[in-house]
């Protein structure tokens, strides 16, 4: 169990970090441009992600989070690929220190409707 969650976080890293690269390829301006999409644009979207990713964080560490929407004002994508990189290395490294206890705990959480989850 712990092998298949340390190797779900490194490839979500992963697979982070090749997504990054390729949106910062793209032409200027593409990445913030409005677009009929879920969240309306490319940076909006991984905003989004990145926001769930730290909410997550803070329920598996029974820590607390300011997001009160799933879809926060974002901010530049510097900033952002920065920001989800330290988090996925985060991740990484938290999933490496658990216990085979700790990985199996059932984690109460509350969405950020309000929502009770498990």
């Avoid at 890293?13 to 593409?30: D, I």
């Avoid at 969240?39 to 909410?55: E, K, Q, R, T, W």
């Amino acid at each position: 169990m712990l092998t298949d969650l340390h190797g779900l976080c490194r490839y979500m890293a992963w697979s982070n970090r090749v997504f990054y690269q390729a949106v910062a390829g793209l032409p200027e301006g593409e990445v913030e441009r409005q677009r009929p999409m879920l969240f309306g644009s490319i940076l909006n979207l991984l905003h989004h992600v990145y926001a769930m990713d730290v909410v997550w964080q803070q329920h598996m560490t029974d820590g607390s989070h300011d997001y009160q929407q799933r879809n926060p004002p974002a901010c530049s994508f510097a900033e952002l690929s920065h920001l989800q990189a330290e988090l996925d290395d985060w991740f990484v490294e938290y999933v490496t220190h658990l216990s085979r206890a700790q990985s199996c705990e059932v984690i109460e959480f509350e969405f950020i409707g309000g929502a009770p989850g498990i």
